[in-house]
């Protein structure tokens, strides 16, 4: 099963694809966490990638399409996954039908999480980001057991540098200008899903179950 999340930044993907992800037995790809951990580790690519991450800029095509084809070529892959902030521009998708093409094989579902703008400031502010695993909390909505702590590994949680008001409303101008044409452009392959994504978290999920099929 290949799924697509899309979605506004914050709109939910990370959160219902780490439970598909757990749900159906396949990888969680996504290309925010794959340039965070370049940027924990101190890579060259996690340089590169900081500067536009920092900005609220996407990081260039040159720079994310062949590090996820690379990624979705290796064996955990075999069986599906699920992506989760790729593609985010045209020109990435036609990249990765392209790649799938070769193969034989195509995305089954583009699942859209629509969340208006107005919700978004207010997801991204309280969004805390474990360090360590990569989990997400909400302060208000999803929070932690414990203020500040991850559920799962204890580690710290902390507020993405890209989370800061200044940054999301330069996220939502560019997500609307090059990532919202990918709504349209699966809608035409003819799998596109949408689910209400300002419900709470488990009844989006439910909804998601619902296409996917138990
Ligand atoms: P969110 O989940 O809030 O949408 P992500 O973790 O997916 O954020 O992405 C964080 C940042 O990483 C983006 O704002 C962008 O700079 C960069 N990024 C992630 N995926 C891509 C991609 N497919 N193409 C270009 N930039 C990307
Ligand atoms: P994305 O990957 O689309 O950027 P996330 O999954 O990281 O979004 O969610 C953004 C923020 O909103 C996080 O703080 C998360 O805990 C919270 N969140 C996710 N789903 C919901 C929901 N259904 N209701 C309220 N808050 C949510
Ligand atoms: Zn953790």
């Not at 919202?180 to 989006?204: C, H, R, W």
């Amino acid at each position: 099963m290949k799924i697509i999340m899309l979605g506004a930044p914050g709109a939910g993907k990370g959160t219902q694809a780490k439970m598909i992800a757990a749900k159906y037995g396949i990888p969680h790809v996504s290309t925010g966490d794959i340039f965070r951990a370049n940027i924990k580790n101190g890579t060259e690519l996690g340089k590169k990638a900081k500067t536009y991450m920092d900005a609220g800029q996407l990081v260039p095509d040159s720079l994310t399409v062949d590090l996820l084809i690379d990624r979705i070529s290796q064996d955990d892959c075999a069986n599906g996954y699920v992506l989760d902030g790729f593609p985010r521009t045209i020109p990435q998708a036609q990249c990765l039908e392209d790649a799938l093409a070769a193969r034989g094989e195509s995305v089954d579902y583009a699942i859209n999480v629509e969340v208006p703008d107005s919700n978004i400031v207010n997801r991204m502010g309280g969004r805390r980001a474990c360090v360590t695993c990569g989990a997400t909390y909400h302060i208000v909505h999803i929070p932690p057991k414990k203020e500040g702590i991850c559920d799962k590994c204890g580690s710290g949680l902390i507020l993405r540098d890209d989370d800061k008001p200044e940054t999301v409303q330069n996220r939502l101008k560019v997500y609307h200008e090059q990532t919202q044409p990918l709504i349209d452009f699966y809608s035409k392959k003819g799998v596109l899903k949408e689910v209400d994504g300002t419900q709470e978290m488990n009844a989006v999920f439910e909804d998601i179950v619902k296409i996917l099929g138990a």
